[in-house]
Nanobody
């Protein structure tokens, strides 16, 4: 079994920054991909950013140049640095770990508002 726990959400003003963290634990060793999805009220869940076990990254067009995903394999942790935040970034952010099966975290709320 794999556990996925996010942290770092909160309320921030437009133009501000937040860093999300996501730690995986349990039956996981190597070869897994990690990343972030988000879901805003009334909208479908969408991919924000992903990072493969080899370090390759991909981003949604809406966050390119503003968000940066990284990982620390020794800590089994993925990070999402979010800069220049906009109100439309407001959503619940979900971390995933993919190792054949996809494991999800419980989600962390990010609210961008003045």
């Amino acid at each position: 079994q794999v556990q996925v726990v996010e942290s770092g959400g909160g309320l921030v003003q437009p133009g501000g920054s937040l860093r999300l963290s996501c730690a995986a634990s349990g039956s996981i060793a190597s070869g897994y991909d990690m990343g972030w999805y988000r879901q805003a009220p009334g909208k479908q869940r969408e991919l924000v950013a992903g990072i493969s076990h080899g370090g390759n990254t991909n981003y949604a067009d809406s966050v390119k140049g503003r968000f940066t995903i990284s990982r620390d394999n020794a800590k089994k942790t993925v990070y999402l640095q979010m800069n220049s935040l906009k109100p439309e970034d407001t959503a619940v952010y979900y971390c995933y770990v993919r190792l054949g099966y996809v494991y999800w975290g419980q989600g962390t709320q990010v609210t961008v508002s003045s």
